[in-house]
């Protein structure tokens, strides 16, 4: 390809609203155009890479037995009630309707519809398992597009679905495209982990994410020696090792804390280290339920696991209202002294705490000397908090590592969900109705492009892995007009085209 015919502009200028380096980079090399917030257009020299890492994922899925298919992105909202994510789904979703008034989304993911064609199609056990895959144009309505193609509205995914008689066949076949995805992000040239991510009512280590390690993901990721990682969010701690401490229960005393609200604010008045906080936090989840969340002073709740627990999709911090109903006090002065211990509930790290300090559940005043057992009981005391520097592993109990991760890939045993909801059923060999064990596999192929670069970059600019760079070698006559150097650059150039390199002249 002649540079000087080709469509490729380049840009000099950083652009304004780019605030990470692929971004950055990808709009300066000529990759990509923003059309509309979270929407860009591929252009030539963007479309190489995409196509190049396309290719990967498509050869490596077909050696893992994957068949490729094609579904449409305009799906029917009767499918989507069938699967109950219809009002699930929320404002993420892109609903439309036709000129008749139907109503129809634009896909975000696929499992209706694959779920819906195997039913139809597949009859008995015999044709089992089945993997099936398309690359496809998704839409999402994110809160935040952000990033670039990184988090957009629409952007260019590999989905897969997995059909299995039988759990020992599913597990084989998850297996099968877990390793098929190490392979793909290997032959990237990428950088990655694969961690566990949470996996609801399954269980086991049926749920991947594969992550390329970076310092400007969008996750943070806790590793450990023994080859365990995990999500941050989704990251298991145990009890820990209890302080070993000689400090006896003190008595509880109010103390006058006059406009002090945070944990910061009261420990510089008290001298006591966070660590000597019960930090109460109140929660609102359900129809207007309230539950008061303790975790140690110096640790954050996580949300996610709160709400499992709760057996909810979502959990808000209470707002001053509901937290003065509940305490009986403004918002700053709330601790477990004096409510129901039914509303409370613990994590690990305030069960070994002595002598603790909590609001008062009263204007301006904090309570010092709390002590669990004697002053409150939590309802429950179980794993509630994000991992923090310090924390040890759950497998093997060395300490944690922290890092950060952008999200490329995940696996997912989804079992029955899908098929139990659109009863899709097969004729096992015992002459019985069942239904598909299936599995969900996704790649976010435009994401791997930037990753890629957020990983491989400098200065001078993207520094890509051979494998999906844009072009092989470029050749730079440095003064082409004289009829010489055009001569041997023309022959270097199509000698190498010739050898199979990618060239840019
Ligand atoms: P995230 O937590 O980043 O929102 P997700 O859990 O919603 O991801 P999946 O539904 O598992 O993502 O989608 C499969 C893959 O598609 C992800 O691993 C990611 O690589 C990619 N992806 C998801 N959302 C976007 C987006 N808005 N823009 C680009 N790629 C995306
Ligand atoms: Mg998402």
Known sequence: MRLSEYFLTTLKEVPKDADIVSHRLMIRAGMIRKLASG?????????????????????????????????PALLPKELWEESGRWDLYGQELMRLKDRNNREFCLG????????DLVRK?????????????QFQMKFRDEIRPRFGVMRAREFFMKDAYSFDADEKGAEKTYQKVFNCYNEIF??????????????????????????????????????????????????????GEREKTTEKEKPMEEVETPDMKTVEEVGRFLREPEKKFIKSLIYEYGESRLVMVLVRGDYGINEAKLKKYLGVNEVVLAGEDKIKEFTGAPLGFAGPVGLKDADIIADYSVEGLVNGISGANKKDCHMKNINPGRDYKPAAVLDLRNPAEGDV?????????????????HTFKLGTKYSKALKADFLDSDGKEKPFIMGCYGIGV??????????????????WPVAIAPFHVMVVPVKYDDSRIREVSDKIYSDLSEAGYEVLI
Do not use: W
């Open 39 to 71: 929407i860009y257009e591929f252009l030539p020299f963007g479309l190489r890479v995409l196509r190049k890492v396309e290719n990967i994922i498509r050869e490596e899925m077909d050696k893992a037995g994957g068949q490729e298919l094609y579904l």
């Open 446 to 463: 435009s994401r791997v492009v930037a990753a890629a670069i957020e990983q491989g970059n400098d200065e001078k600019g993207i520094i």
């Open 393 to 409: 592993c759950i497998k093997c109990g060395r300490k944690l590592s922290f890092s950060r991760g952008i999200e490329v890939g």
């Open 121 to 133: 199609e597949v009859r008995s056990y015999r044709e089992l398992p089945k993997i099936l895959y």
């Open 186 to 239: 290997k032959r990237c040239g990428l950088k990655f982990r694969a961690v566990e991510a949470e996996t609801g009512a399954i269980g086991g280590s049926f749920s991947h994410e594969f992550m390329v390690v970076a310092d400007t993901g969008e996750e943070s990721i806790v590793s450990c020696e023994c080859g365990y990682a995990a999500n941050i969010e989704k990251a298991e701690l145990g009890k």
């Open 108 to 115: 975000p993911t696929h499992e209706e519809v694959i779920t």
